[in-house]
C-alpha cells in the first residue's frame, strides 16, 4: 500500500533509548485495518482511525 522510512534518531535518557519519527504519505482509506511493520520485527495492526491519531512502536525492552 505505502511505505516510509525513519526519521533520524534521538537519544533518551542516558543514552539507553532512541526516539525515531515517522510519518506515511498518500496512505489510500477505506481498509478494515492496516499493518506496520519496522526492520522485519512483525507487524502491529490498527484501524484507520488509530493511525490518523498516530501511534506509538516500542522495539526491545
Known amino acids: 500500500m505505502a511505505v516510509g522510512s525513519l526519521d533520524q534518531g ?8 532512541c526516539t525515531f519519527s515517522f510519518s506515511i504519505a498518500d496512505v489510500p482509506g477505506g481498509s478494515k485495518f492496516y499493518s506496520v511493520e519496522v ?11 488509530q493511525l490518523k491519531s498516530g501511534v506509538s512502536l516500542s522495539l526491545g525492552s
Not at 11 to 16: A, E, F, I, L, V
Open 39 to 49: 526492520a522485519h520485527r512483525g507487524e502491529m495492526q490498527y484501524s484507520e482511525d
Open 10 to 17: 534521538v537519544s533518551g535518557d542516558g543514552n539507553t533509548s
